[in-house]
């Protein structure tokens, strides 16, 4: 039975391809630059789908992918109905919270007006879970790019963002307040194909731990 | 006027499309009758607290709500078990048991369209109520497998779970924040989450959770017993062996597979799971188990057992299989008629008593009659001859309307039993 598996393209993809290779697929067609989309590897029995990385989950969630490499960032925004089968390690980077070194800034004023807190952050789903464990009641301000710029000119108190080594949120006098999530690449599966297809997901993905030590 | 719309995540079913559906639960409606279920009709809505007795959040969120004249909730089903547990404690105490019940119609969620199931979707199942064996879950099995085969899906797997054993597990583990955890990634199919939290928290049963995944298939019930020891789970497991001794017994092991790891709603479900797969389709096109505690919420403690196929996935997995789907229609002759003689209505009605469907238009004479018609076959009739049509537009003339009738018979025959096999 013909597995589909989808793959995100950039900054996953090529940490992805080097883990395919050494589970021992092959991934030669797939390092080609073109643009195709979809590849055939009959040797293997695998059809590949080169995507969007947040458009990996739906595209295993309705099926058409039977598993997918993605960053659990992706998954934890859009909380789709997938299972969540290996962390592959690469991809690294962190959800966190941060705020103006010098919160006198701008937040004070805006305290006293409003209240509560507002928090900018491209990722609306992942603030409104992780504010609402913890029982702090916030604004949530979706905004789509430079989510430091907010806080800065008075539009939120805090952000929510992801992070890598963090320069981004310090060149612009932010300082983190508290981790959310370590998020790397996940190998993710549909939950049928889990089930119709269990031998050739389970045989991978025994051979991805063994190679990821 | 602007262009009519409806509300999204609904839609309108055209006549082709409507008779494969309609012949889908046809069939699968028979092979309930066929096992002595008896089909009742619930309300399209029900008072809100009826409906939301044992659903867990999600579902109640996702109830399309609104007010009674009198003030009073009430909802648009969204599924039909409930509807039929109450009906079952309000009117059918007085029956013997267990009751045998079945259902097909339309439910109703808010939730985003997927998998070929809008916010509206049709439901067939069926419900046994008072029988506690893992005889009655078997016979839910074999009744979800008939079903699928009857509609003529080719290619399918139904998986039995049971649920008792997860919530065994879940329910030994002593510290709190780790139980709420372990039940929040299983929920999630988080299994790197799970793991994570096994390799910091051991507890005596984590094994079990590690190896979720891969207990399934024909070892898997020899294996859980070894991995467990809590009286729930254990208990489980035997109940699953069980059953899947008693479904091979009857000569269906080759569609099942035991299978611990599914979860499914562990909040309502309190023994068997069973999910029915089409490969191709993401989403499982039958799914049900035992929900114990459900009719006691209205007062009359029964065991019972159900599942139910979602119709548009099914249909679905049916067009993916093969595209020209089957129904219960008999050929479509289209008259086109020119002479207004009753003849011609004498000929209609001989054609309906032989089983045709026979669609007649009365045209003025010399109209052009060249129109594409769904028909399968169409007979011209002017004041000067008779001819046969066939849909590639080829025109035969023949004698007259009896030689048109037996040419049809040949051409067009209606099979008996036609849509059957």
Redesign the interface.
Known sequence: ?KLRIALSKGELYKNTLSLLETVGLSVDALRDDTRKLSFKVEEDDIEYFICRPTDVPVY?????ADIGVVGKDVLMEQGK???????LGFGGCRFVVAEPEDPSSSSDVMDRRHGHLLVATKYPKVTEDYFSTKGVQVEVIKLHGNVELAPLVGLSHQIVDLASSGRTLRDNGLRIVDTIEECTA?LIA???????K?EHI?TLVSKMQEALG | MATPTIPSGLRDILPRETSEIRYIEERIAQVFQSFGYGEVIVPTFEYYSTLSVETGELLSKEMFKFFDQDGSMVALRPEMTTSVARLAVQRMTDQPLPLRLFYRGNAFRHEPP??GQAREFRQAGIELIGDSGPDADAEMVVVMIESLRAVGLSSF?V?VGQSEFLRGIIENIEDERTRLSVRAALL??????LN?ILSKEGFAEAAALEQL??L?GGDCIAQASQLVQNTMSLAAVENLSAIVDRVATMGYSDVV?P?L?IIRNLDYYTGAVF?G?S??????ISGGGRYDRLTSEFGWSQPATGFQHGVERLHYALALENPEMRTDLPPLVRVIDETNDKSVVDFCSQLRRNGYRVALDAVAEGSDTSLSTCAHISVRVTHTSVSIVESNGNEDFVADLSVALAELGQRLPVLVGSGKE
Do not use: A, C, W
């Open positions: 039975m295993i969630q309705y099926g058409v109905d997938v299972y969540e089968l290996v962390d996940r549909n939950p049928v194909s889990m089930k119709t269990h389970s | 997927q998998g797997q998986s999630n199919r988080d299994l790197v989450g994570s995944s891969s399934r597979t299978d790891g999910e797969y490969e191709g389709i993401g989403f499982p």
